[in-house]
Structures are given as structure tokens and as C-alpha cells.
């Protein structure tokens, strides 16, 4: 049965620490995987990755995608308040698979002043 | 351009009933998904709709429907509601389906099922 497993379910840090989000993958025929961000209703997308070893990077907020390893993690670093959310993991499959995109559970970021 | 849009915000049904909601996509976006997201389960997949044909299905029963019509904009409908049906359902639209490129999700109805 295809899965994503985020790590860790839940963190809470302080502002201004660094945080690394984990994301593991069992899947058939992956394609890419993607990093959306949701606060209170939408989630709100982040960064879609589909090679390995390249870096996506915006502002604070960095990715990577390790093919081999089957897992990416996504850095956030000098964290704000705004920052808190609930990271959200999907991966895509090719192939005429009938399930869409394959979320994981995500995980609960809180951040305190 | 306008982002996408599902109304209604929320929705309290007693089990048995059935609902429907609705799901205006980003103008020229031609996918519409529709997720179920709980607490216990997260986000899963219940189907996607591409040029008014539903193009893949997830793993619900058959109490769960769709459609799109020819200006994109979709519609799910859920019979016979349970309780377990409780959720906040997100509609995503995207050009051509979450293969190549992102989805955009709406805000979401928040469904209380009593």
C-alpha cells in the first residue's frame, strides 16, 4: 500500500530557531512531491520537487528531495510566529494511478514568541 | 485572478440527509479534486474531475459523488450522511490535474454531521 509519513507529527520551537520537517515515501511510480502550508483552511502551496539533490529555496523556507532515500525535508530557518501551521507532504504518482496525490497525516508547527 | 472557491463555508446536516457542495475553480484551471480532511486521517483523496469527466477516485463508498460542468466548476454531493462524514472537505483546482502542476485549494466546508 502506497504511504507518506511525516515526521515529527507535532514541534513546538521558538521564535528565531531552526526547524527540519521530515517526509517519507513508499509510493509506485513517484513523480514528484510537494510541500503546502496550512494555516487555518487552504493549504497554500510551498514547493513541488521532482529531482534529487536540487535544492528549491524561498526566503527562509528550503527543500530537498532524496530519490534514493525516498524521503524530503523541508527547513525553516530563524522561525516567526507566522511560521506556526501544519506542513502538509504529498506525493504524486504518474502511471494512470487512480489515487491522486497521496498526502501525509503532516505535521503541527507552533512557534512561540 | 480570483483564487478557488467553495461555498458553503459550513454546513450542519443530521445523518441521513444528504448535502452538496460546491467548488469554483481558478479561472482556466480545468482539474478539480476534491479531499476529505479529518483529524484522525488527514487529507485523502476523493476524486478529480478533468473536462467534466472524473478522471480518478479515491477510496470512499459509493455515498460519495461528483461532478464538473463545462465551465469547470464542480460539484460534490454526499448521500445518506453518517457521522463519520464530519470533515472539512477542500476542493484543489490546477491547469492539468496535481501531475505538473500545484494544486490550489479553497478554504474549504467545514461539514457537521449530527
Known amino acids: 500500500e502506497d504511504k507518506v509519513v511525516q515526521s515529527p507529527l507535532s514541534l513546538v520551537v521558538h521564535e528565531g530557531d531552526t526547524v527540519t520537517l521530515n517526509c517519507s515515501y513508499e509510493?509506485?511510480?513517484?513523480?514528484?512531491l510537494l510541500w503546502y502550508k496550512q494555516e487555518k483552511k487552504a493549504p497554500t502551496f510551498l514547493f513541488m520537487l521532482?529531482?534529487?539533490?536540487i535544492e528549491k529555496k524561498s526566503g527562509r523556507l528550503s527543500s530537498i528531495l532524496d530519490k534514493k532515500e525516498l524521503f524530503s525535508i523541508l527547513n525553516i530557518t530563524a522561525t516567526q510566529t507566522g511560521d506556526s501551521a501544519i506542513y502538509l507532504c504529498?506525493?504524486?504518482?504518474?502511471?494512470?494511478?487512480?489515487?491522486?496525490?497521496?498526502f501525509g497525516k503532516g505535521t503541527h508547527l507552533i512557534i512561540q514568541p | 485572478k480570483a483564487g478557488v472557491t467553495q461555498t458553503p463555508r459550513y454546513l450542519i446536516k443530521t445523518r441521513g440527509q444528504q448535502v452538496t457542495l460546491s467548488c469554483s475553480p481558478i479561472?482556466?484551471?480545468?482539474?478539480v479534486s476534491w479531499y476529505q480532511q479529518t483529524p484522525g486521517q488527514g487529507l485523502q483523496f476523493l476524486f478529480e474531475?478533468?473536462?467534466?469527466?472524473?478522471?480518478n477516485k479515491g477510496n470512499f463508498p459509493g455515498r460519495f459523488s461528483g461532478r464538473q460542468f463545462s465551465n469547470s466548476r464542480s460539484e460534490m454531493n454526499v448521500s445518506t450522511l453518517e457521522l463519520g462524514d464530519s470533515a472539512l472537505y477542500l476542493c484543489?483546482?490546477?491547469?492539468?490535474?496535481?501531475?505538473?502542476?500545484?494544486?490550489?485549494f479553497g478554504n474549504g466546508t467545514r461539514l457537521t454531521v449530527t
Open positions: 474531475y478533468f473536462s467534466e469527466t472524473q478522471r
Open positions: 509510493v509506485t511510480n513517484f513523480r514528484s
Open positions: 479561472s482556466g484551471h480545468r482539474s
Open positions: 484543489a483546482s490546477s491547469e492539468q490535474g496535481g501531475v505538473n502542476s500545484p494544486l490550489h
Open positions: 504529498a506525493v504524486v504518482q504518474t502511471g494512470g494511478g487512480a489515487d491522486g496525490l497521496t
Open positions: 521532482t529531482s534529487s539533490g
